[in-house]
């Protein structure tokens, strides 16, 4: 069955960074676009950027943009998120997600890991 | 940027119908997702391409969507039903995915 499963989560200083994973497993991962998604504490569902099945495009949120870089290994079926010059409003659940082959939805989610930014 | 609006909240009584609305610009030309979110678990998808359930999901959960608004609506509504939903859409303009600002469902 297909899993997702985050980790790499804590706490962090402002200004800091932070690596996250995603290990992926059940499925062709070399096969589908994937995604991260965050929930602040209180807050709503944000898409934050997305990785193309081959790696070959990468697209990010505004609100990451240039902070924040997105990358898979194949060879490991393993999604990571580079986070850099973390601020207090990256504190959230970040979610790996899989995109459902040419519907642009998310089939499967992971559990999530919780990214604390405070000094 | 694409904004898509839900109201904060529905409430309704067991065995009754709730529906979800999501507003955006000219929204029915986009195709909508919806996903199922409860407290410390991950979201679930329960309406793809406006109105198609993947498999597992009940048909009590159905959507549409047209003009400025797309709405999703829970029939029957159960206790297990009470989540906060999300609606979602791609916008090929910025190349960006867009969520809905949320709605509580309470089951009274």
């Known amino acids: 069955q297909v899993q997702l499963v985050e980790s790499g989560g804590g706490v962090v200083q402002p200004g800091r960074s932070l690596r996250l994973s995603c290990a992926a497993s059940g499925f062709t991962f070399s096969s589908y676009g994937m995604h991260w998604v965050r929930q602040a504490p209180g807050k709503g569902l944000e898409w934050v950027a997305v990785?193309?099945?081959?790696?070959?495009?990468?697209y990010y949120g505004d609100s990451v943009k240039g902070r924040f870089t997105m990358s898979r290994d194949i060879s490991n079926n393993t999604l990571y998120l580079q986070m850099n010059s973390l601020r207090a409003e990256d504190t959230a659940v970040y979610y790996c997600?899989?995109?459902?082959?040419?519907?642009?939805?998310?089939?499967?989610w992971g559990q999530g890991t919780l990214v604390t930014v405070s000094s | 940027s694409y904004v898509l609006t839900q109201p904060p909240s529905v409430s309704v009584a067991p065995g009754k119908t709730a529906r979800i609305t999501c507003g955006g610009d000219n929204i029915g030309g986009k195709s909508v997702h919806w996903y199922q979110h409860k407290p410390g678990q991950a979201p679930v998808l329960v309406i793809y391409y406006d109105s198609d359930r993947p498999s597992g999901i009940p048909e009590r959960f159905s959507g549409s969507n047209s003009g400025n608004t797309a709405t999703l609506t829970i029939s029957r509504v159960e206790a297990g039903d009470e989540a906060d939903y999300y609606c979602?859409?791609?916008?090929?303009?910025?190349?960006?995915?867009?969520f809905g600002t949320g709605t509580k469902v309470t089951v009274l």
């Open positions: 979602h859409v791609w916008d090929s303009s910025s190349v960006h995915h867009v």
């Open positions: 997600a899989r995109e459902s082959s040419g519907t642009y939805s998310f089939d499967y």
């Open positions: 990785i193309w099945y081959d790696g070959s495009k990468k």
